[in-house]
């Protein structure tokens, strides 16, 4: 009888002892999975507008959380769209796309938010394009004219770039043409 119970209070220790140590990995296991939480990305939009499809050239935020505060990178796995990230917080990300040479529709496009720490979101996916909208003539002033005349063309979408002298070549002397 007395071994017996000295193997119960053995054992009784020996649970206790064990069932220390697994609290103690339980907690390290928990405090693990805190730090490597992957990043989540919710939305991928324009700065300005909310669209799926993202202008090549323009700034646009990604949202979603987990991505730290210390600045890690937003990787284009295709690889055929350079992105350059002007901001970053915890729950958004400000980027611009550089350098491409002229692309004008680029997409789907699998990117992912690597952290700081190296751990990497799922992948989401994102159109790039690059829309190119014509001048809308609103009005010419005058409304005749005579060659050598000063025109006044009012529209938009003519572009950022300061205006330069156009031409106007008749294609028949009574009616002149613009050129472009």
Same mark, same amino acid.
């Given at each position: 009888?007395?071994?017996?119970?000295?193997?119960?209070?053995?054992?009784?220790?020996?649970?206790?002892?064990?069932?220390?140590?697994?609290?103690?990995?339980?907690?390290?296991?928990?405090?693990?999975?805190?730090?490597?939480?992957?990043?989540?990305?919710?939305?991928?939009?324009?700065?300005?507008?909310?669209?799926?499809?993202?202008?090549?050239?323009?700034?646009?935020?990604?949202?979603?959380?987990?991505?730290?505060?210390?600045?890690?990178?937003?990787?284009?796995?295709?690889?055929?769209?350079?992105?350059?990230?002007?901001?970053? #917080? *915890?729950?958004?990300?400000?980027?611009?796309? !550089?350098?491409?040479?002229?692309?004008?529709?680029? +997409? @789907? $496009?699998? &990117?992912?938010?690597?952290? #700081? *720490?190296?751990?990497?979101?799922?992948?989401? !996916?994102?159109?790039?394009?690059?829309?190119?909208? +014509? @001048? $809308?003539? &609103?009005?010419?002033?005058?409304?005749?004219?005579?060659?050598?005349?000063?025109?006044?063309?009012?529209?938009?979408?003519?572009?950022?770039?300061?205006?330069?002298?156009?031409?106007?070549?008749?294609?028949?002397?009574?009616?002149?043409?613009?050129?472009?």
């Amino acid at each position: 009888m007395e071994i017996s119970k000295f193997m119960k209070k053995i054992f009784s220790a020996t649970m206790a002892v064990f069932l220390a140590i697994s609290v103690l990995f339980i907690s390290r296991g928990i405090l693990f999975a805190e730090e490597t939480t992957k990043p989540v990305v919710n939305t991928a939009f324009y700065a300005t507008n909310y669209h799926y499809f993202i202008d090549i050239d323009a700034s646009f935020k990604i949202y979603g959380s987990g991505f730290g505060d210390i600045q890690g990178n937003v990787i284009n796995i295709d690889k055929n769209i350079n992105l350059l990230v002007q901001s970053w #917080s *915890d729950t958004s990300i400000k980027m611009v796309t !550089i350098n491409n040479n002229g692309t004008v529709s680029v +997409g @789907p $496009n699998n &990117l992912i938010v690597r952290t #700081s *720490d190296g751990i990497d979101s799922e992948q989401f !996916i994102v159109t790039f394009e690059k829309y190119w909208i +014509g @001048p $809308n003539i &609103l009005s010419i002033s005058p409304a005749i004219i005579n060659l050598g005349d000063q025109v006044e063309i009012i529209g938009e979408n003519f572009g950022d770039s300061q205006p330069v002298d156009c031409p106007i070549i008749p294609s028949n002397p009574a009616v002149p043409v613009q050129v472009y």
